[in-house]
């Protein structure tokens, strides 16, 4: 069974920025694609970044390119979303998965263990 827990998360002003960590357990982080997903009040989850086993391959959402970075740690067994030039339009709940093999890295569906999510709020 594995366990990913985020942090990171709060209320920050339209423009700052904040680092999201997603924690997971067991011995086998590194074989696994890694992805960020958010969800706003009345809204669907949706794709934010993912990032492949070694670092070296990642994946942004439009809404993310420019201003996300997505990163890991296989030592930590830690992923990361460094988020600036934040707007009041990221305010969600954000959520780190494991992606399973095959398949493409922005539909949930190809994802198989999810966190618990923790809150963004930008304010305007």
């Known amino acids: 069974q594995v366990q990913l827990v985020e942090s990171g998360g709060g209320l920050v002003q339209a423009g700052g920025s904040l680092r999201l960590s997603c924690a997971a357990s067991?011995?086998?982080?590194?074989?696994?694609?890694m992805g960020w997903f958010r969800q706003a009040p009345g809204k669907e989850r949706e794709f934010v970044a993912a990032i492949s086993q070694g670092g070296g391959s990642t994946y942004y959402a439009e809404s993310a390119k420019g201003r996300f970075t997505i990163s890991r740690d296989n030592a930590k067994n830690t992923v990361y979303l460094q988020m600036n030039s934040l707007k009041p339009e990221d305010t969600a709940v954000y959520y780190c998965?494991?992606?399973?093999?095959?398949?493409?890295?922005?539909?949930?569906?190809?994802?198989?263990?999810w966190g618990q999510g923790t809150q963004v709020t930008v304010s305007s």
């Open positions: 998965a494991r992606k399973s093999p095959g398949g493409n890295y922005f539909a949930i569906k190809n994802y198989d263990y």
């Open positions: 067991g011995r086998t982080f590194s074989r696994y694609t």
